[in-house]
Structures are given as structure tokens and as C-alpha cells.
């Protein structure tokens, strides 16, 4: 059997759900997905989760399936939806990875080594030391006449990210770069569905959306997530929707400001996706704006895919 996975990536808010439920049903396949929000229990509504009745339709795997309260990371996901990627070959099915996490698809992508650099703790708190007496800036400037690449990625301001760069450049190493000097990898081929819409219609989408998630009761969500003693210092709560529900109800802003906060984010998130995506030369974009409907668009989808 050909070992091809299809992905199906985008903007959030662009149709993703639906046009790879649509695909895994045309191509005989089950969706990996590939959202860093989704895979969390508890979280439905805030991550726009495919509904129990989309789910009836296809198989997903990583959805609902990590507890909020779990520290989680790329590398883990990588080891996860492998396996999963492994399932649905076995089945005889083709994987489709549906998502817009850019970095969890490099993942799966390449051949992306997570492993840590090597841990010096008497130097890290020297720096940690150093960037308390002196700040951050005397830290970014160590960095710099060490591993210029490094300080060039790294904010200044971002002191634990400059501690473990000068501590992988202490030890002889350096800190990877995964946007770039990607070997891909040889465990299967991919094909790259990129959906897009016109920047108007898609920020419209997402702010529909984000009305329509809080009709849906994220505001109830986050109060529940808050109540089992999750907070803004974990992971899967700095999501956006999350971290401005919270902030509203510390009293950071008022309940308008935080919608509103939620939609400016989430907008600003949909261009940094397209940057990200826009990076694969093997993508085959396709913008649902120029088609008189999905029906219409997915037909040439599926037209492209059955050639390949």
C-alpha cells in the first residue's frame, strides 16, 4: 500500500473541520489532528473541537485526549500522532492530518529531533544570577557573541529562552532552529491541501465564530477549567479565549474588552498561520473565496488529490 498522508492545513476560522472530514470520507481515511488546543479533555468549546456528530462521521485521533493539567510539547505530539499515523496504515486507511498548529505538522513532517540540550544547572542559575543583577539585556549580549543565529531568534526579553540557549552554547551545542534546515522524513510521502479566503471573509468568520463560542457558553468553560484548579500559568490555559476569559474575570478588562481582545488575537493568529504555511513549496493552495460553493471547491480538491 502507498504510505501518503494528506494534510489539510489553513487559518483558523477557514473550514478545516468539514473539508477534512469530507476528504477522509472521499479517500477511505481517519483525521490526525493537528490543533495544540483540541487534544485537551474539558476544552470544547474555547477550541472550536470537531462536535460528537462530526466525530460519528470519522474517526479522530487526538481530540479529547490529554488532561488540560498535563504539561504537553511538541516532541510528544510527535510521538502520539506517529502512532497514530501507524493505526490508520494498518487499517489499510489513509491518515488525514486536519489542523493549524504550524509546528506540530513539521512534526510529522521531518525529521525533527526534540531531545533537550544538556543541562548545566550551576551555570543556568549563574545567568539566571547575572540577568537578575545586570537584566536582560546584558544576557542577549553574552548570547550574541556566542551563537549570533540564536540572539537573531531570540527576544532579548525572553530570559529563559536566552538562559537555554547560552547553556546548550556552554556545552558545545546549539539550539535548534525548526524553521529551518528541515530533512523530511522517510517514514511516508505527504500531499498539502492548503485552504485560504479572502482576508475580509475569513475575519469576518472569525468573528462570528468568536460570538458564536460564547453563546455557546466558553465563559461557563473557563469558569469550570478555573474551578479545577488550572490557572493562566499552565500551558493549555494560555490558548486564545482562554487567557482573555481569565483575564476578564480578574478583572483585567471588562467582559466586552475581552471578546473583543479574543478577536483582535485570534486575527493576528490567522496571519501568523498563513506565514507559517505559506513556508511549504509543496503546498497546492486553494481559496474557497473564488468558488460559488464548498460542493464546488471540494470537487477540485478531490480532482487534484486523485491525480497525484
Known sequence: MKREIIVICGPTAVGKTEYAIDTA????????????MQLYKYMDIGSA????????????????????????SAAKYQTLAKAAIEEIFAKGKTP?????????????????????????????????????EFGPAY?????????????????????????????????GAKVKDFSKDLTPTQDYSAVLVG?????????????????????????????NLLAKGLTEADISMKGIGYKEIIAYYHGQYSLEEAIDLVKKNTRHYAKRQLTWFKRYK????????????????LKEIFQWLEKK
Open 25 to 36: 470520507l472521499r479517500m477511505n481515511g481517519e483525521i490526525v489532528s493537528c490543533d495544540s
Open 49 to 72: 473541537k470537531p462536535t460528537v456528530e462530526e466525530q460519528a462521521r470519522v474517526r479522530n485521533y487526538l481530540v479529547d485526549q490529554i488532561d488540560p493539567a498535563e504539561a504537553f
Open 96 to 132: 488525514v492530518i486536519a489542523g493549524g498548529t504550524g509546528l506540530y505538522l513539521n512534526a510529522l513532517l521531518y525529521d525533527m529531533d526534540f531531545s533537550a540540550p544538556p543541562r548545566n544547572d550551576a551555570y543556568r542559575d549563574q545567568l539566571y544570577k547575572e540577568a537578575e
Open 139 to 171: 544576557l542577549h549580549q553574552k548570547l550574541l557573541r556566542i551563537d549570533s543565529n540564536a540572539a537573531a531568534r531570540i527576544h532579548p526579553n525572553n530570559i529563559k529562552k536566552v538562559v537555554r540557549a547560552l547553556e546548550a552554547a556552554e556545552e
Open 195 to 223: 485552504l485560504t479566503r479572502n482576508r475580509g471573509e475569513l475575519y469576518d468568520r472569525i468573528n462570528r465564530r468568536v460570538d458564536i463560542l460564547i453563546e455557546k457558553g466558553l465563559l461557563e468553560e473557563v469558569r
Open 282 to 297: 509543496d503546498m497546492k493552495w486553494f481559496n474557497i473565496s473564488e468558488y460559488d460553493s464548498d460542493a464546488d471547491c
